[in-house]
């Protein structure tokens, strides 16, 4: 009796401190702190209006998060995420004005996917680290994506504004695609051979190389997948935006990995979750407008921002100890 009594404690103190060592949980703690703080000063943060805008404001950097997250958890870093999504978007401002919207789409999404396949090849050929790699790619996209518009800014005249409108008038539709981005990861990461095998390569990619895991094959994959998401964030920025800018997507690459870092997503690889990178996302959202909110000095914001997001990675580094 009193084994079976012992077992089952220990088995609930496994658990509950199973729940305290999780990132997830102290993400939500961190964000309840900050909205409870936030709403003592202004009481308009909980409004319904104000949260699906926190949740638009990252909407795009939660799509492209994803991309990058999937990278990451394969044991690789993928740095070419902002030029991406200027040339996709310059890609798509062109286009639309000459073939129909639908064509346009499915064509930026590809094309997306084939640079990130190329960017996988060259990565898994190349015998240097993948940042040195993407990062020469990056500023080779950078070249490109000043050349496709001559140095100057393509507008889209109108012509797609889907993403800058609410659906039933309440949602974003930007939401409701990053939100379905999420649900999409969370099933590919759980319950798929792709997403098994690419924690298992992230995680020892040795041991599965050694077990027969086409390791170049699953990379290339990732990279191509991550493309493709560039491809769907850039339709969504440049939707909202109805105007692209050669370096429209240039600030998003060290934004879209702090938020993976802090969501709990391994630099080293491995390890990871949609969920996290839901609430890295989240996270950068809900600080921005709660600095708006307590009307924090706009040259003061992006110094406490950084100083929160320091704090969420120190806890997220002691949790895992």
Known sequence: MTKRTNAK??????SLSSIFRSQVFFLIMIMV????????INPRFLSVRNLFNI????????IVCVGMGTVLISGN???TLGPMISILGIVMALMISRFSIGLTL???????ALIGAFNGVLVTRVRAHSFIVTLALSVVYEGVALLLAGGTYISLEGRFRIFAERAWGVIPAPTLVFVAVIIG?????????FGRLLFAIGGNEKAAYLGGVKVRLYKVLA?????????IGAIVLISQLGVVYPSTGFGYTLPALAAIAVGGIALSGGKGSALGIFLGAVLFGLISNALVLTGVDPFWRNVAAGFLIL?????SGIVEQ
């Open 9 to 14: 404690l220990d088995s609930e103190h496994f």
């Open 33 to 40: 702190v900050i909205g409870v703080i936030v709403t003592l």
């Open 55 to 62: 949740v638009l404001s990252v909407s795009t950097i939660g």
């Open 77 to 79: 870093f993928d740095l």
């Open 106 to 112: 499915i064509a930026v999404v590809a094309l997306g």
């Open 185 to 193: 990861a969370f099933i590919v990461y759980r319950f798929t051979k």
């Open 223 to 231: 990279f191509s997948l991550a493309g493709g998401l560039y491809g």
């Open 311 to 315: 704090f969420a990675v120190g806890v």
